[in-house]
């Protein structure tokens, strides 16, 4: 990377818990951005790096570093999920996660939240990785960006950069060209997967197509338009953007503390002796929401 690159990156490896870090060290070696190893409460900054100590647990909350005792001194640790959950909720659309040879399949699902918040997921490709097992449970979910040799992600990252700033802004002069165009992906949706998106949120399908357009990219509307109708994969791919999931336990908290405070307390307190009461859960992606009910049902009739 160049050393006046405007990003900041943090890099989590999987370290001996015993070891001194050694990391910021040799890395230094290879770059010319300022690389550190990360303290508590340290700033992030662009054009440096900085590295996860050992046996510490890391977070990030308003650009900031926040470090942690691991919860489990032992056993299975997910170091590099725990910081990009954390990451994608704090830099939202702009978080970059990049997943590097490594064994197991820590990373996974902190690229999907990643995702989630409309940011970019950059991956080793399996083939020039001395240990493929992260970079192939990564590219198993099918929500990776860009699949390439180490030596060529920069290249990419950069370009990427240079082109996600918004692409798609929802101008009144430009009402009607917008309008057209969300129509026209809908139908190309439609055609291929047998989807109909025309009634989505308005918004939700900008924020996804511009994700798309940046990966590519491109800066008109209508130039991708027409590279999707050259290109079906494309289609697949911004389907798979669009189904995201973005879920979790407990999300909407007020709606939750109705239910266990008001809704379910009625429900249990009118059912007569032998009656089932039975609960559907609409459209839950992930099983998060089913089980919050759930949860919420046993402590009521613990209650």
Known sequence: MPVDNGMAFVLVPHLDPTHKGMMPELLQ???????????????????????????KDMFILHETLQLLEPSEPRGLRLPIDFFLRHLAEDLQERAVGIILSGMGTDGTLGIKSIKEKLGMVMVQDIGSAKYDGMPRSAIATGLVDYIAPVEELPGKLLGYAKHSPTILEEKPTAEEKYTHAIQKIAVLLRDQTRHDFSFYKKNMLIRRIERRMSVHQITNVDVYIRYLRENPQEIELLFKELLIGV????????????????????MLKVRTKGNVLRVWIPGCSTGDEAYSVAIILQECLKG
């Open 29 to 55: 070696r290879f770059t010319k951005m300022q690389v550190f190893q990360a303290e508590d409460g340290m700033k992030v900054w662009p054009n440096c790096v900085y590295v996860i100590p050992p046996n």
């Open 247 to 266: 879920t979790g336990f407990f999300r909407d908290p007020e709606a939750f503390d109705v239910l266990r405070e008001k809704a379910i307390p009625q």
